[in-house]
């Protein structure tokens, strides 16, 4: 049996010598990159002590809170927005450490790398190769003739973390296709919803949402953002975008779930057991394909980070897209389908 131990400032001592430099702001990406790697083994991983104070995930109080956006930004004014402004990224490694604070992982822990406390690794996806995503997912939704009697288009990111995606979407996107910019469908506003389990990453993500407020980019809604749907948004809400933050696990929002036309998980250290020759990618879980699909209505797209849906629960793989990010050497993106019947 292999074994793998991680200090800070040593390397991966089972032939990745050389491989991956370990920093303090690092470290956390790589363990992703070495649960790519050992995926198979029955390796495991001890993680370092930093003398960070380390606190327990706890998701027992269910919260939400929904802002609306002022006006719409342009994708390069809205990621700089996001990077020098709201979440600067000089900064990132503390937010690379509140997530570490939020696995709740005592130093000197050996862990199989499919443990699922890594899945609440924190790190923060392009948001330019989430567009490239997106807008490819979006081609997979349904027509403008059937999407035109939606008033809105329900968006839903997976392990939100600190909010980022949420807010850059909700500051970005309008319509329900990409190339939607030259039909009347191009006033529909987006509902933007973000779950996250940990609530010291949920708190983070609404100091984030105040900050934004500050900069007069969002407002507080007073809507109740755990049961706004489709059926019960006020005309505000059909013409602004908005940004709602969850706190719990996914499973506990059903009905927000049942809502989605689009969801989007950065999966990407997410346990897969099981490698798909016919997929040519590693699966989800039930944990995850099982749960969605019971929730998703059908026809809902679906995109993931370089892990795929399992099709037993109905998800139809139907494009893949590779994008940058520097941080795992590269993701691949797959869009999926629901087909429930």
């Given amino acids: 049996m292999a074994r793998t131990t991680m200090d800070k400032g040593a390397h991966c001592r089972t032939g990745c010598r050389g491989l991956l430099s370990l920093s303090l702001w690092s470290w956390v990406v ?11 083994t029955e390796a495991f991983i001890v993680f370092p002590s930093t003398g960070r104070r380390n606190f327990q995930c706890k998701a027992s109080a269910e919260s939400s809170s929904t802002f609306s956006t002022k006006s719409l930004l342009g994708r390069e004014e809205a990621q700089s927005v996001i990077n020098n402004v709201l979440m600067p990224q000089d900064l990132y ?21 499919n443990d699922p406390r890594l899945a609440m690794t924190y790190a923060e996806f392009p948001l330019t ?24 288009t329900c968006m839903i990111d997976l392990g939100s973390g600190c909010g980022r995606i949420g807010l850059y979407l909700a500051m970005t996107r309008r319509g ?15 509902n933007l919803h973000g779950i996250e389990i940990s609530d010291i990453l949920h708190h983070e993500a609404l100091g984030y949402c105040q900050k934004a407020v500050e900069h007069d980019l969002i407002y507080p809604s007073f809507s109740s953002a755990s049961t706004t749907t489709t059926n019960t948004m006020s005309s505000e ?10 706190l719990g696990p996914a499973d506990n929002f059903g009905n927000l779930l049942s809502e989605a036309d689009c969801i989007f998980a950065y999966s990407t250290v997410f346990s897969a057991k099981v490698f798909s020759p016919e997929l040519r990618a590693l699966m989800l879980g039930p944990e995850w394909s099982q749960m969605l699909g019971k929730f998703c209505k059908d026809g809902c797209v679906a995109i993931t980070t370089d892990r795929a849906l399992d099709p037993t629960y109905g998800w139809q793989l139907v494009d893949r897209l590779d994008v940058e990010n520097r941080e795992v050497f590269g993701t691949t993106g797959y869009v999926h389908i629901l087909k429930k019947q």
């Fill in 30 to 40: 790589e363990v992703c990159v070495l649960q790519s790697l050992l995926q198979h």
């Fill in 93 to 113: 490694g503390d937010r690379i450490g509140l997530g570490r604070d939020a696995q709740g992982i005592e130093a000197g822990t050996a862990l199989d790398p």
């Fill in 129 to 152: 190769s989430l567009d490239q995503l997106i807008d490819l997912g979006l081609e997979h939704m349904p027509s403008k003739s059937q999407a035109a009697s939606r008033p809105t």
């Fill in 176 to 190: 329900g296709n990409p190339d939607d910019s030259s039909s009347s469908s191009s006033s529909k506003a987006w």
């Fill in 237 to 246: 809400e059909e013409t602004n975008n908005t940004l709602s933050l969850h």
